[in-house]
C-alpha cells in the first residue's frame, strides 16, 4: 500500500470521463460470458496500481512469474497507474476499447466500471470454488457477478496502545463518551501528540459515512439520500466539537494520518488492514507494529452494533482476446493459497477464500485477526457505492462536512445541501 492509498480520484477530470463513459442505459448488461469461451490465446494484461507500489510490486512480480511457469505459453503484461489516478484511466481505456484482460479494482468503483457494459460476467467462474460468502458479494453488483475477489476486509480505527497507556487509558474505547474521553487524556500529554489523526481534508472526509450510521442516520433510503436528518446532524455537531477542542487536527488526510502514526504522534487513525505495512515500513520505531491494535468503532450506545466501512480489491475481466486465460488467472491467484498466502504475508492483504482465512499464517497473526474480528465483521459497503456517480457523491459530502468544521454552515444546513446536490445527481 501507499501512502496515497484512499485517496480521492481528481474529481472535476473524473466527472467529465464518467459523464461520457456512462452508457444511455441505467440497467448496463454484462459483456457476457462468451468471452470466457477458450479462444487459445495466452497473453493478456493484468492492469492495477498494485505494481506501482512498492509494498505490492514485488509479491505481484513473483504470483506473475510463478503463474506463467506453470502454466505454458502464457504472457502477462502489467500496465499500472498510481491509485489517485487509477479509475479515470482506466474508465477510458475501457470506454475507448483500448483495455482488455484483467483488471485490479478498488471494490467501491465496480458500479462505474459494471457501468460501460465491457465487463464480463464471471459467475462461471466463481461458482464451485472457495470464496468466502461476504467477499464474493463485493464482486457483484445488480446480481452479477462482475469481478473476483481478491483481498477484503474494512476501514478501521487503529490505535496506539504506547500512547493510550502513557495517557492513563488501560482499555479500548467501547462508547463514543469512552472514546471521547480518551482523546482528552491522550491531548494532555502535550509534546504535538494529536489525539486522533481524523478525517479533515476533503480527499478524505467521505470517512464520515460510517459515523452517521453509528448515530443512527440510514443516509440512503428508498433510493433517496436523506442526510440533514436529527442523527446526522447530530454526528456532525459531534465531530465539530472535537476539532474545536484540537482533538482532531486540521487539514489531515490518510496520508497525514499514517505519517502521524508512524511517527508516534498520534493515538487513533483510521485504515485499511493493509496500511500497517506501509505505516511500519516509514517508521522509525522497528517495534510499532506490536504496539498498533484494531479497535472496533466506538458506539452511541452501550450494546449496540459498530459499523466501519467495507473494503475490499477484486479482479474483473474485460472481454476482448486472451479473456479466458485472464479468468484463469484471476480465479488462481484469489483461490489457490500458494498465491493468496504469500500476498498476506508480503502485503499484509487478506486471502478471500475460507481455506485461506483458515491459514495458519492468518490466524496466527495477531493484528489480522483482532483488525477481522473487531473491524472486518461489521463492514458494510458504502451506500452510494450502487451508483456510478458515486465519487461525485462523495465529494458533496465531504465540501459539506468541511464548511461544517471551518464554521461556513451549521451542520444543519450543510447536511440539508449535501442531500438535495447528491439526490440531484441520481435523478
Known sequence: ?????????????????????????????????????????????????????????????????????????????????????????????????????????????????AATGKLLDLKSVATGQDYAAAPLALGQSKG???????????????????????????????????????????????GGVVPWAG???????????????????????????????????????????????KLIAPDVNRVDARALMSQGKTAFYEDAIGGRAAVTKSSPDKDLGTKMVPVARPVKNAGDKPR????????????????AAAANFAKTITTDTGYSIP?????????????????????????ATDFTSQIGVNSSASPFWIYPQFSQMEKVLAEEVQAILIGKKTPKDALMAARDRMNALIK
Request: charged content about 15%; some cysteine.
Open 1 to 113: 500500500m501507499s501512502l496515497s492509498r484512499r485517496n480521492i480520484l481528481k474529481l472535476g477530470a473524473f466527472g467529465t470521463v464518467l459523464a461520457a463513459c456512462a452508457p444511455s442505459t441505467s440497467t448496463p448488461k454484462p459483456a457476457g460470458t462468451e468471452g470466457l469461451k477458450d479462444d487459445g490465446v495466452k497473453e493478456f494484461p493484468l492492469t492495477s496500481w498494485a505494481y506501482n507500489e512498492a509494498v505490492t510490486k514485488e509479491p505481484l512480480q513473483a504470483a506473475i512469474d510463478r503463474y506463467a511457469a506453470a502454466n505454458a505459453g502464457t504472457k502477462i503484461s502489467t500496465p499500472s497507474y498510481p491509485y489517485n489516478d487509477y479509475l479515470n484511466q482506466v474508465l477510458l481505456q475501457v470506454q475507448g476499447g483500448q483495455l482488455t484482460g484483467a483488471v485490479q479494482l478498488d471494490v467501491a468503483w465496480l458500479a462505474t466500471l
Open 144 to 190: 452479477v457477478q462482475y469481478g473476483l475477489p481478491w483481498t477484503t476486509a474494512g476501514i478501521g480505527l487503529i490505535s496506539n496502545t504506547e500512547l493510550l497507556t502513557k495517557a492513563g487509558v488501560t482499555s479500548a474505547p467501547k462508547t463514543i463518551a469512552e472514546f471521547e474521553a480518551a482523546l482528552t487524556a491522550v491531548k494532555g500529554l502535550g
Open 199 to 245: 478525517m479533515t481534508k476533503v480527499d478524505q472526509l467521505k470517512d464520515i459515512i460510517p459515523w452517521l450510521w453509528e448515530f443512527g442516520s440510514p443516509i440512503v433510503e428508498n433510493d433517496r439520500i436523506v442526510i440533514g436528518d436529527d442523527p446526522s446532524v447530530e454526528a456532525l455537531t459531534w465531530y465539530k466539537k472535537l476539532y474545536d477542542q
Open 308 to 323: 466501519h466501512l467495507a473494503w475490499g480489491q477484486i479482479i474483473v475481466v474485460v472481454n476482448g482476446a486472451g479473456a
Open 343 to 367: 500476498w498476506f504475508t508480503k502485503a499484509g492483504l487478506p486471502p478471500t477464500t475460507n481455506a485461506g482465512q483458515a491459514a495458519t499464517e492468518v490466524k496466527n497473526d495477531k493484528f
